[in-house]
């Protein structure tokens, strides 16, 4: 069992970057690989960004190639989404998911953290 916490989500300019943090408290937490999802009002939950528990990152949304990038620094716990030139289309809420079982979708997952608000205004 996983408990994670997202943070590092604010208001910030189109063009801009955020940090977003998927923090773990469990030393498990090396174990898991970790997902970024978002989701913005009225709309369906975008699966944005994977990475496996040794560090490779395993998927982009094509909408976020080329700007996001995630990383994890198992020592800390803790995996990283980096947002670059940031676009008002990227304001929604920002969720980390550990994968519950090896091959099992994210969206079956009991480890869901609570989310951050990033919103980008332009």
């Known amino acids: 069992q996983v408990r994670l916490v997202e943070s590092g989500g604010q208001l910030v300019q189109a063009g801009g970057s955020l940090r977003l943090s998927c923090a773990a408290s469990e030393r498990t937490f090396s174990n898991y690989n970790i997902a970024w999802f978002r989701q913005a009002p009225g709309k369906e939950r975008e699966f944005v960004t994977a990475i496996s528990k040794t560090g490779r990152p395993i998927y982009y949304a094509d909408s976020v190639k080329g700007r996001f990038s995630i990383s994890r620094d198992n020592a800390k716990n803790v995996v990283y989404l980096q947002m670059n030139n940031l676009k008002p289309e990227d304001t929604a809420r920002y969720y980390c998911?550990?994968?519950?079982?090896?091959?099992?979708?994210?969206?079956?997952?009991?480890?869901w953290g609570q989310g951050t608000q990033v919103t980008v205004s332009s």
């Open positions: 998911v550990a994968e519950a079982e090896p091959g099992s979708r994210y969206e079956e997952s009991d480890y």
